[in-house]
């Protein structure tokens, strides 16, 4: 595997569920971030990972629980979801302490909430 | 505010056309600039960056991208577009410091006519 990869790409869930995703990047990168992307809307940060830390929670409601257990994985569980939080939802990782910032995504997962 | 903006929602162009991709930001550090691009169903991949020196950077797939500080603009452009160009395009800025965080415009929709 290259690049970021996200698991799974579909997934349906009802609003009593409890699912994850999962997100791994192989490319040595030590920040993790997970956006959500929905439609007519600008990509909203979720939750950003420096070196395992959490270092930003823009507002996401508490049925979003990221979990970061080391620098090349990351975790969204989810858990009483609302139809509203159907959406894609995307990884990305990079390489903090550099100059720049350039982020690297994966394809994301496309969540339905019924 | 820092934001940026993407003022075209939509935009058709005829194969072999050429292509202008408008984007404007306001930040008040120095920005660091980003194009990506979305095919349907897939995540945001990386077209070309600026950071500092030439302000006309080259990306891959023939793109190209100027950046007008006097105009806080990063246009994106294309002399002759392809129908595989059909696609969703990102404009977005950072800063150096900011924990690799990156604001993103609302994105430019991309249809090719034959």
């Known amino acids: 595997e290259t690049g970021v990869t996200q698991t799974p790409r579909h997934l349906v869930m009802g609003m009593t569920n409890k699912k994850s995703l999962k997100c791994e990047q192989h490319?040595?990168?030590?920040?993790m971030y997970w956006y959500k992307q929905s439609a007519k809307k600008p990509l909203e940060l979720m939750f950003v990972?420096?070196?395992?830390?959490?270092?930003e929670n823009n507002s996401v409601p508490s049925r979003f629980s990221p979990e970061c257990p080391n620098s090349s994985h990351l975790f969204l569980h989810l858990h009483t979801l609302q139809p509203e939080d159907s959406a894609l939802y995307l990884c990305?990782?990079?390489?903090?302490?550099?100059?720049?910032?350039?982020?690297?995504f994966g394809p994301g997962t496309r969540l339905t909430v019924l | 505010a820092q934001s940026v903006t993407q003022p075209d929602i939509h935009i058709t162009v005829s194969e072999g056309a050429s292509l202008e991709l408008r984007c404007n930001y306001s930040?008040?550090?120095?920005?660091?600039l980003f194009w990506y691009v979305q095919s349907p169903g897939q995540g945001l991949q990386l077209l070309l960056k600026?950071?500092?020196?030439?302000?006309l950077v080259q990306g891959i797939k023939g793109f190209e991208a100027e950046f007008k500080r006097s105009q806080s603009s990063f246009n994106l452009r294309k002399p002759s577009v392809h129908w595989s160009d059909a696609a969703e395009y990102f404009c977005?800025?950072?800063?150096?410091?900011?924990?690799?965080?990156?604001?993103f415009g609302k994105g430019t929709k991309l249809s090719v006519k034959p």
């Open positions: 990305a990782s990079s390489q903090e302490g550099r100059e720049y910032n350039e982020q690297f």
């Open positions: 490319l040595g990168h030590n920040a």
């Open positions: 990972y420096n070196f395992k830390e959490q270092t």
């Open positions: 930040y008040g550090a120095t920005p660091y």
């Open positions: 600026y950071f500092s020196g030439d302000t």
């Open positions: 977005a800025v950072g800063a150096r410091g900011s924990q690799g965080n990156l604001i």
